[in-house]
């Protein structure tokens, strides 16, 4: 089982962005700790703050690994692209948002990707990246 978490803009500052929101925990952290949990899975991981680099990483690996766990964090708001990638590749999508973005501002109540992905989980902090690697398995 080949899985990969893609982390959007900003999510590289986790630990150290909003603790209140997001935690206090760094993303090699939380990863080293999903891996640890998940031995016989073949988990990777991608971060961009870009736009074009989280699609390329879309279609590099939309045609073979089994399962994206994405957090496009606030390119799930604003992003056609980022929705298009994600309808026009074959490996189904979990999205993820660390927070309840429905409990949060308006403009976080829309999401680009959530037509087609598979499933979405929010509000549940970090704990959503295991949850979603389980519904992988
Ligand atoms: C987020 C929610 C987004 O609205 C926000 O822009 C983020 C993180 C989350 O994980 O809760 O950067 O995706």
Redesign the pocket.
């Known amino acids: 089982m080949k899985l990969i978490i893609i982390n959007?803009?900003?999510?590289n500052l986790l630990g150290k962005r909003e603790p209140e929101?997001?935690g206090s925990e760094t993303f090699a952290e939380i990863f080293k700790n999903l891996q640890r949990k998940f031995l016989k899975v073949e988990l990777s991981y991608f971060q961009s703050n870009i736009e074009g680099e989280l699609i390329d990483k879309l279609h590099e690996v939309g045609f073979d690994y089994d399962g994206i766990i994405l957090?496009?964090?606030?390119y799930?708001?604003t992003s056609v692209g980022i929705g298009d990638a994600v309808k026009g590749i074959e490996t189904p999508v979990v999205e993820?948002?660390?927070?309840n973005?429905h409990a949060?501002e308006e403009f976080?109540h829309l999401s680009f990707i959530a037509p087609n992905a598979k499933g979405i989980i929010?509000g549940f902090g970090i704990k959503g990246y295991e949850l979603a690697i389980q519904s992988f398995l």
């Not at 993820?96 to 927070?99: D, F, Q």
């Open positions: 959007g803009p900003n999510l929101i997001y957090n496009a964090a606030a799930t708001h993820v948002h660390i927070s973005v949060r976080r929010l």
